[in-house]
Each structure stands twice: as structure tokens, then as C-alpha cells.
């Protein structure tokens, strides 16, 4: 279903007596300049920049903005784990079927050309369904400018998981959603300000320094499709989001846990080119 979010400005924070914050905890990772974060861990992929000219480390990471050497190690990594690709246009169609499940994904570059009055395409778009021709049971997508580590960290979830089944032998990418807070429990304890009730039942969770936020869907039962998930991203100087991520209330809670957990991990992110001033305060560690 289409977004219930407008993708073009940020949602303003509530006045800050209405907020709730929860304790920050100390559990950062101790940055490395040439290897994913996440992937650091679960030894997922490994971004190599050039050696001879080592990347600058951006924090906050959800700021940190696009990387091409980052997002062909992505595209490489699904490769490595068995997902076909096959260019469609301009689009990169990549898919990967086992017993019982279909995954698939489309990436579009970022400067793709977007015919006037038309939403821009999304750079990243994941499917999940329990085979061809089914209705898909669930779709994530990254609009342009999104940092190529949430995709990264979506596609870690489902291809670490390999062979994980519920007891209805369904993959683990197709399991019943449980409710949001399982998700974003760990957003309150990494200090963001947790904002209760939307006026459709739903909750948002604000960085601290309030250009990012995390919407969950209202907390009736997924099946009702009343609203999506929506992490985005905004400017300092205004509300014009830079980047925006939806996925469908159906989306399995252990995806949307491992973005959570991507969006508020305070780990600097290697980078070539610094984002523009208008960005927001950014914490550049310069080799």
C-alpha cells in the first residue's frame, strides 16, 4: 500500500513538555573506518575504500548520506548469497526463491530522472511473497539519498537468517508481525524522545537532535493495513526531508528491529565527501 506519510516534509516535533525520555545507555561500537558497522558483527560484507586515501568518519550516520563504494559491496554481497540479477532499464532487478518464499529487490540509482510531477523512484525497494505470482506480503522502501547502511542492515537480517523457519515452515522473512514496541524498545534507551499517540494510535520516537524520527503503525492488528512504518530524516534549516524509508505494517518485527537499531546507532560510517553545512551538526573524525 502506498505511504500514509508525505514523503516532502518532516513531521515537526510536539512541544517539548509533551516528551518522554528515556535513559541514554553507553553500548556504541568502537568505529572502524573500512568495515560496515553492523557487519562488523555479524560478518555480513566489507566496504573497501581506497587505502591511499582513507575515508572521513560522519556521525550521525543517518545524516552521513549516500556512498557508491558502499552500495556495490551491497549489491555484490546479495550476488555472493545466491540472488539473481538482471537489469531492467535503469532499475537492477535482484531475486532469490527458496521452498516456500520469494524475496526481491530493485535498485534504482539515485540520479535516475524522475518525469516532472511524478514521486521519485525509490533507490531501494524490498519485496517479500510465498512465491511467484503471489501478492507480496510485505515491501520496505529507501527513498533517493538514503544512507546505503539501512538497506545494508535490512539485507543482513534477511540473508543471516538463511534456513530459519517457524513452526509453519515458512522462511523467517514471512513470520506474523509482533507488535511495534518489540522494535523500538531500544530507541528509548538510546535516548530518543518518545512521543505517544499520533491521533491514529501510533507512536513516534525523535533523535535527539530531532532530524530523525521513527513512526511505528497504529497498533491494531497488521492485517488492517491502517498505516506504514516511516523512518525519515530531515534538514537543519527547515522541515525538507533528505531521505525517508516506509515498510508495510506486515513487515516482520525482527527487520524492523535491526533498522531501528541501524538508524540510532551512534557508530561514525566511512565517507568520501562531507554532506553539505545545511545537513545538520555532524561529527567528522578526519584520519
Avoid at 253 to 265: F, G, K, N, S, Y
Wanted: charged share 20%; with cysteine.
Amino acid at each position: 500500500m502506498p505511504p500514509r506519510h508525505n514523503p516532502g516534509r518532516h513531521p515537526n516535533p510536539p512541544d517539548r513538555p509533551n516528551r518522554t525520555r528515556a535513559p541514554e545507555t553507553d553500548d556504541s561500537l568502537d568505529p572502524v573506518p573500512t568495515t560496515h558497522p553492523r557487519c562488523q558483527k555479524e560478518k555480513a560484507f566489507t566496504v573497501n575504500h581506497h587505502p591511499s586515501t582513507p575515508p572521513e568518519l560522519i556521525a550521525p550516520r543517518y545524516l552521513a548520506g549516500p556512498d557508491t563504494t558502499a552500495t556495490k559491496t551491497l549489491i555484490q554481497h546479495l550476488r555472493d548469497h545466491g540472488w539473481r540479477a538482471e537489469p531492467q532499464g535503469a532499475t537492477l532487478v535482484l531475486s532469490h526463491r527458496e521452498p516456500g518464499g520469494l524475496l526481491e529487490a530493485l535498485h534504482t540509482p539515485d540520479n535516475t530522472h524522475t518525469p516532472r510531477g511524478k514521486h521519485p523512484v525509490p533507490s531501494w525497494e524490498f519485496t517479500a511473497r510465498p512465491g511467484p505470482g503471489e501478492p507480496a506480503v510485505w515491501t520496505v522502501r529507501f527513498g533517493p539519498h538514503t544512507p546505503p547502511e539501512l538497506p545494508a542492515t535490512l539485507t543482513t537480517a534477511l540473508t543471516g537468517s538463511k534456513g530459519a523457519t517457524g513452526t509453519d515452515g515458512r522462511p523467517h522473512y514471512l513470520h506474523p508481525a509482533g507488535h511495534p514496541k518489540e522494535a523500538t524498545t531500544l530507541l528509548s534507551a538510546a535516548g530518543w524522545i518518545w512521543i505517544r499517540d499520533l491521533g491514529r494510535d501510533a507512536s513516534a520516537w525523535y533523535s535527539p537532535d530531532e532530524q530523525a524520527i521513527v513512526v511505528s503503525p497504529p497498533t491494531g492488528e497488521p492485517e488492517h493495513d491502517d498505516g506504514n512504518w516511516l523512518l525519515s530524516v530531515r534538514r537543519t534549516t527547515d522541515n525538507t526531508t533528505l531521505w525517508c524509508a516506509t515498510a508495510h505494517p506486515r513487515t516482520p518485527t525482527h527487520l524492523m528491529h535491526a533498522l531501528c537499531q541501524e538508524i540510532a546507532d551512534p557508530t561514525p560510517v566511512p565517507r568520501r565527501h562531507s554532506p553539505g553545512p545545511e545537513t545538520g551538526p555532524l561529527t567528522i573524525t578526519r584520519p
